[in-house]
């Protein structure tokens, strides 16, 4: 087994990349994603992985030349965030029905206006439903085995879809962390080669992306949407599989003392760890709270939550997206439709925060709690509230 | 000169290919001087390629679910990129070679966008892979203005030409601006080859596009590709406006091999303009006032390309 070594998150993820023997890497470079791509560049460069990188001259080209390269039989791989996860979505929603199995880092950043650098995930959310797998990284470790962790569910013949992982900008992209990088052996033994059950190849031509007249229109976003339901069972598998190699067990959603929890507060990426103190923080003052974590976003792991929910009357939800004019952020919607009319389900409050950048603080997430507690006892008025917010 | 050029014997009449990589029964409209272009450069170019196409009438008439036309692989992903589509094949098929995970045989890959495609929405996309030299070929079916969507003016619109979106009325005369000039962009990117090519001389752009594809590194063909349905014009008389738009000198032949212009076809007694004027129903409206005018434009370019070939 390969020691623990410090080291930026940006980097153990794009050694995974190295790793996982890519073929093919497109990427425009664009604030916080850019050390993965430039790490990639030098190990290209340095013969460390043969490998094409191109340096498209958008995120647009990026993920149109993955397409290319993906149907073409590449292993395929981009990353990207922010204003260039939204440059790119034209051609996000196009992997996913023709079945290519790129995978991508989303470092996750805020979008214009104003414009920012830091994180929220205001970029990712956006683009919700591009068909993809979407996974969300809480620090260094699962940034690297998630990574590898894609290229074995995206390729996987039952599978074949395209596949992110999403790390936070800069709280997570940006800080050195203790990681344990697998050796070539080791991503040898979990990884198999991207054999594609269908290629363009002159030996036997295809047409593929042909046009979709009505009669056939829904079927196909049907048979789309059915093998995006159904990867969850490959999904589970490859943890599983990771787990038995290398003794790291990752799961759907992840619970911290939530047992006997009769609040939890749900979170998705990096802000958990500090969720994680402010329940023992809470826990020490007799307060029963605890905390779930969502790591597999899309496709949306239902029964999972719900286990995982368990018995706790109220749920504190947390977005770091705010969606203007909708009714609460997209987490919050996903919990009170997944819940909705389920009988003995937890009452549901939404509190958007950390927005571009701002600290998300232990304190923070007690007051979320005192307020869905107080929120459980005295309906509030609004579905949702935006928490940290200077008044004037 | 590039010497993949010398291997290759010329198509003829007598040693045309007859396997057809286009099938027929697509669902062009008659007299429809695009597809037929297209057909020619597929003939050229054989069964050993992939075809990256942009959204476009090619696209939908040769695709519609569960048929399709083409008997080489093809891909479509969107209407602005295939030239970045192209490049993801042509890197993926250098390195899987190189990895021995496919056969080393050379497959050609082709790019093929419309004229709105290429001039407009695309071009950034086109000079990102011509600037890093991408082992492929780009052709551009050039019929003048946004046909697929109902005949909206596009930068390769000539001048003066009625579309929907360049309607002539009281205070204009149609498309206000001049042809942009797409195959000296391509020169500019300082690509191996670059040609115009017209479907009446189709050995001319059998031979062009093949030489496209021989070349190491980008090339860029671009085809003057008669709309009857756009323009108004009969579709009997497609390969005839092919014909004049070359014989008046408004669409020039002509090669650029590694920055050389050569004149495919001089024109020496070129025919008025208004020859390939009349007959359109998007220039009927023009006054004698724009036909000089577009004349003398025609006249000036014509003896521009005539001095580059002299001095390159």
Known sequence: MAKRIGIEVSIALAEAVKLANVDVIAAYPITPQTHIVEHLSEVVANGEVDA???????????????????????????????????????????????????????VDRALSAPISIWNDHQDIMSQRDVGWIQTFAENGQEA????????????????????????????LSHVVEAVELLSQEEV???????????????????TMGPVGIPEVYSEAKVAHNEALKASKKVILQGWKEFADLFGRQYNPVETYRSEDAEILLVTMGSISETAMTAVDTMREKGQKAGLVRIRLWRPFPGPEFRKAAGKAKVLAVVDRCLPPGATCGPVGAELRSLFYKVPGSPKIFNFIAGLGGRDVTVEWFEEMVEKATAFAKKRPKELYEVIGVREK | MISEFEKFK??????????????????????????????MAMKALGENVIVCMATGCMEIITTPYPQTSWKVPWIHIAFENPASVASGIESALKVLRRKGKVSKKHIDVLAIGGDGSTSDIGIGWISGAFERGHDFTYICLDNEAYMNTGVQRSSCTPYGAMTTTS??????????????????????????????????????????????????????????SPCPTGWGSAPERSIEFAKLVVETRIFPLYEVIEGRYIMSRKITKPKPVEEYLKGQRRFRHLDKEHIDHIQQRVNADYEKLIRLSEMT
């Open chain 1, 52 to 106: 094409e990188f191109v340096p498209v001259e958008s995120e647009h080209g990026a993920m149109s030349c993955c397409c290319g390269s993906s149907a073409a039989g590449a292993r395929t791989f981009t990353s990207t965030s922010s204003q260039g996860l939204l440059l790119m979505s034209e051609i996000l929603f196009i992997p996913g029905p023709m079945r290519l199995p790129i995978v991508m880092a989303v």
């Open chain 1, 144 to 171: 690297f085995d998630l990574t590898l962790h894609a290229f074995r569910v995206a390729e996987d013949r039952r599978v074949s879809l395209p596949m992110m992982v999403n790390i936070d900008g800069f709280t």
């Open chain 1, 188 to 206: 040898d033994q979990y990884l198999p080669p991207f054999k594609p059950r269908y290629r363009l190849d002159p030996r036997k031509p295809i």
């Open chain 2, 10 to 39: 010329r198509f003829k009449a007598k040693n045309l290919p007859r396997k057809e990589m286009l099938a027929p029964g697509h669902r062009a409209c008659q007299g429809c001087g695009e597809v037929l272009a297209l057909r």
């Open chain 2, 167 to 224: 309607p002539p009325g009281e205070k204009s005369f149609g498309q206000v601006t001049w042809k942009k000039n797409v195959p000296g962009i391509a020169v500019a990117h300082n690509i191996p080859y670059v040609a115009t090519a017209s479907p009446a001389y189709f050995l001319d752009l059998m031979n062009k596009v093949k030489k496209a594809a021989l070349v190491k590194g980008p090339a860029y063909v671009h085809i003057y």
